[in-house]
């Protein structure tokens, strides 16, 4: 089967070529273009993300490595593009009285994501080729077309969050092609085969002044491009070498000077990635339990099934079954011995079959190193493979296909038969396939009906059904997730949705079968943020005999928070969203259940630590107050903990505790803030002036306990009226009226046991 159209066809033909593959590969992801929408992890990427939302955010996207959940500034700068360009509608004003952000980004038109993943596809399916061209690679259209018709390319395309496969992708071939150009390689008196003769000009200005600076300096510019697109192309520069070393064999060592930078800036950005997915995504060893053996057999299989998937398409999956890795079979030993013996053949045979196709398995195998399991990788605790670990590698192998179909003894008109045949089914198996990133329901419901033993699918399947208030459907579904697999965070969302179901129906069994799953997943992850809040939240809903356990569950998570990095970039952020917010405010609520406690039992000191919680500093060295970041709505508890706190210090019975003037300080701070929080948080006018007779009374308390008497008679005086006018309980009125009548006798006032602020505060 000879090639349809040789590598240096005209410029008509070129032209001609460039648009079919760019049809095919729009043609090939139609579906996609269609139907795609959000799925998994896109709104951390897109709809939530701060750096893409808000002014300001393109800053944070290029200095600021905590900023997002990867380094990624590339990625991040066209998701924020896409985003101003065309932003979804406005949310309405919060519902009055909502103390906390209970509401999700409303999320942009998927469109034009998919649309532009499809495109940068579409580019670097013609910068394949013409690499293919420069290399004067037999077949290279073959290749090329079967590439972009290919559904192993499908997760990598459809998922918006691959954004970093398709940038990284395009900008290292178009990095590739640019040193070709330099090395001077597949220029017009380039036959394509190897030049193994020593080159006429030596090493003086002469060599140098013929080598292609400008490309060089261009593929410089695409591979830093590259990098901050995804760093997993470090592999580029030893693949160029290898490229080198078959092309140009007696020139290698002068042209591979230039690949210096590129392999330093590929290393330093390769180390920084493997940081950030410790520190940040979260990867680590003890995810995947293999001694340094295992990692060797794994890899073995990792390779041949990763060719596989290219080789035989016939059900690609988003989680392939996680297979048991052992070092102790000798079948996983034969597997890996196999894929070191394939490039040892390749390269016995090199004098008969050339270097090509050593050179194709070389960088195939290499550029699946960061992903064999040697290095945690996150996505690996679900599954050893993935389609979108691969994509990068599969250049490799899709070119020496190529070369060996155009190979083959067929005959022209039967092999162009054939390849259009295979050509229809691969676009109709990629489209079928797109078809499963619809949405985040239709993505799990199909993996796991291809994948029924992948738990974390089940587990997705459930926060999605529980999202959608279906929990007792999502209880059972992931019920089935821990019949495969107890995953700590499969625990933790089971105990979730029971202490939902608690929330909603108050069965006390729920509330049981929450605790015993927390529990458990806290026995591997004890330090887990979202672990301890749910675990504070099932003790608080326990009762007053275990507010304390819940306060210190609650303090390690929001301690947790603070010290992480990529938290603390959008902490304010983080406290008001509704998971974390609604934690800080049952931390609040059960630190005043508690002071109350110590306060009846007389022991005002420690009650005062409790009531002074959110007036603690959120950050060690940070002026700013917990207080001083949230919305304070109608029930929220923030100016409760104020009042307490406040009058703790200005009139409790313990003088030792006692520190009027301190409290009056204080009380003027919040008889300040307080409007504008209550405002914030949706507070009605006439609640905002009931809370104001609280604030004035207590302030009244403070300067009459400092020995200022005429001041807490005028402002004492002041709240009576206010109360009188709002029709305040009669018994509230009356305890106003007492303690007036105590301020104009020069009697400081003290209580015992119960704090006199109003009911419901």
């Not at 070529?17 to 795609?36: E, P, Q």
């Not at 999320?107 to 290399?135: E, G, S």
């Not at 691969?426 to 990133?437: D, H």
Request: net charge neutral.
């Amino acid at each position: 089967m000879k090639e349809q159209i040789p590598s240096a066809a005209p410029p008509r033909w070129n032209w001609l070529i460039a648009g079919l593959l760019v049809l095919l590969a729009f043609g090939s992801y139609s579906t996609v273009l269609a139907k795609g929408g959000w799925i998994w992890d896109d709104d951390d990427y897109v709809i939530n993300n701060r750096t893409v939302r808000e002014e300001g955010g393109l800053k944070s996207i290029w200095t600021d490595s905590s900023a997002n959940p990867q380094f990624y500034p590339m990625v991040y700068t066209t998701f924020r593009w896409e985003y101003q360009s065309n932003p979804p509608a406005a949310q309405p004003a919060p519902v009055p009285g909502d103390p906390i952000q209970t509401r999700k980004p409303v999320p942009p038109d998927p469109t034009r994501f998919h649309f532009n993943n499809i495109l940068i596809f579409a580019i670097t399916v013609l910068l394949f080729w013409r690499v293919l061209q420069k290399l004067r690679i037999p077949g290279g259209l073959v290749a090329v077309t079967l590439f972009a018709a290919h559904p192993i390319n499908v997760e990598s395309v459809a998922w918006i969050t691959e954004r970093k496969n398709m940038l990284s992708g395009m900008f290292a071939m178009a990095a590739v092609l640019m040193y070709l150009r330099y090395a001077r390689i597949g220029d017009a008196d380039d036959d394509g085969k190897p030049r193994t003769e020593k080159p006429e000009i030596g090493l003086g200005e002469n060599y140098w002044a013929k080598l292609g600076w400008g490309s060089f300096g261009l593929s410089l510019l695409f591979w830093f491009a590259g990098l901050f697109s995804k760093t997993v192309i470090a592999f580029v520069p030893p693949a160029l070498f290898l490229i080198l070393w078959w092309k140009r064999p007696r020139e290698l060592w002068r042209l591979s000077l230039g690949l210096l930078p590129f392999l330093a800036a590929g290393i330093y950005f390769g180390l920084q990635t493997a940081r950030i997915e410790r520190e940040q995504v979260g990867a680590s060893e003890s995810f995947f339990d293999l001694t340094q053996l295992d990692k060797f057999v794994l890899a073995g299989r990792v390779v041949w099934t990763y060719l596989l998937h290219i080789i035989a398409p016939f059900q690609q999956m988003f989680f392939y079954p996680k297979w048991e890795v052992d070092s102790g079979s000798l079948i996983q030993w034969l597997i890996f011995a196999a894929a070191i013996a394939l490039p040892l053949a390749l390269l016995w045979k090199a004098k008969k079959l050339g270097r090509g196709p050593l050179v194709a398995v070389l960088i195939f195998g290499g550029a699946l190193v960061p992903v064999m399991g040697f290095i945690p990788v996150y996505p690996m605790r679900f599954s050893w493979v993935a389609d979108h670990f691969q994509y990068h590698a599969n250049f490799a192998i899709f070119a020496l296909i190529g070369a060996l179909l155009i190979k083959l003894p067929i005959p022209q008109k039967i092999g162009r038969g054939v390849l259009g045949v295979v050509l229809g089914l691969l676009v109709w198996k990629t489209n079928a396939q797109g078809l499963m990133y619809q949405n985040v329901e239709t993505l799990w419901r199909t993996t796991i009906d291809v994948n029924p033993t992948s738990w974390m699918a089940h587990e997705n399947l459930g926060v999605e059904l529980k999202s959608q208030g279906k929990v007792d459907e999502a209880l059972e579904v992931m019920h089935r997730g821990l019949e495969i697999h107890r995953d700590p965070h499969l625990l933790q969302s089971v105990a979730n949705a029971h202490l939902e179901l608690f929330v909603t129906k108050r069965n006390p069994t729920d509330l049981d079968m929450a605790q015993a799953y927390i529990e458990e997943a806290l026995e591997t992850w004890p330090k887990r943020i979202d672990f301890n809040m749910v675990y504070g939240t099932v003790l608080y809903f326990r009762g007053p005999s275990m507010a304390q356990q819940a306060i210190e569950r609650f303090e390690i998570a929001l301690q947790a928070i603070i010290a992480d990095d990529y938290q603390k970039a959008f902490l304010n952020e983080k406290l008001q969203s509704q998971i974390i917010a609604m934690m800080v405010e049952k931390w609040l609520s059960a630190s005043v259940n508690e002071g109350n406690r110590l306060t009846f039992q007389e022991d005002y000191a420690q009650a005062l630590v409790h009531y002074s919680k959110s007036y603690q500093s959120f950050d060690g060295n940070q002026p700013q107050r917990w207080r001083d970041l949230y919305r304070w709505g109608q029930n929220s508890p923030f100016l409760s903990l104020e009042l307490r706190r406040i009058w703790t210090l200005a009139a409790c019975a313990d003088a030792k505790v006692r520190d009027p003037q301190t409290a009056l300080d204080q009380v003027k701070e919040l008889w300040q803030i307080t409007p504008a929080h209550l405002q914030a948080g949706g507070v009605p006018q006439t609640e905002q002036s009931k809370l104001q007779v609280a604030i004035q009374d207590t302030m009244a308390a403070c300067f009459a306990n400092s020995g200022q008497y005429i001041q807490a008679i005028d402002i004492a005086e002041k709240a009576i009226q206010q109360a009188v006018a709002q029709k305040a309980p009669p018994a509230y009125v009356s305890q106003l009226r007492d303690r007036v009548a105590m301020y104009r006798k020069k009697q400081p006032f003290y209580y015992q046991k119960m704090i006199p602020v109003p009911q419901g505060l």
